[in-house]
């Protein structure tokens, strides 16, 4: 189960640096190739959206049938072992919406980049006129 996470929190991390690279200021040349070469890895790395709900949908499952801890009965132990397993859960939560968040970013910032490229032609064939 660990390595689910692993893999999701690598893809938040390199979708965090990707978002990043597009929104700092760089040259022309090098921004328009950066946002073509993202446009193209868009459509493969849109699996992160499925895994990220089935993620969701099972942390979701989890909390629902787990075992409540909140009487006297419990243990300081099993106490602490509830806590830590919801704190966990809620790491996990930020976890995927946050992948399925950047994922959206990403996206937006090419369309956008994208939108204005097409709009300078546009004004350029406007000035030829």
């Known amino acids: ?3 689910q996470w692993m893999v999701l929190s690598c ?3 390199l ?3 990707v978002a ?3 929104t700092l200021p760089a040259p022309k040349l090098l921004k328009n190739r950066l946002v073509a070469l993202t446009s193209l890895l868009l459509q493969p790395a849109t699996g992160v959206l499925p895994f990220a709900g089935f993620q969701l949908l099972d942390l979701y499952w989890k909390n629902e049938h787990r075992l409540m801890c909140s009487s006297d009965v419990c243990t300081l132990e099993e106490r602490t072992r509830y806590d830590k397993s919801i704190f ?3 790491r996990n939560v930020i976890l ?3 992948a399925c968040l950047l994922y959206w970013c990403i996206y937006r910032i090419c369309k956008y980049h994208k939108e204005i490229k097409e ?3 546009v004004e350029k064939r406007f000035k030829k006129l």
């Open 96 to 98: 995927c919406v946050s």
């Open 20 to 22: 990043l690279l597009l």
């Open 119 to 121: 709009l300078e032609e």
């Open 1 to 3: 189960m660990g390595l």
């Open 88 to 90: 966990k859960a809620q």
């Open 15 to 17: 979708e965090a640096a």
């Open 11 to 13: 893809a938040v991390a």
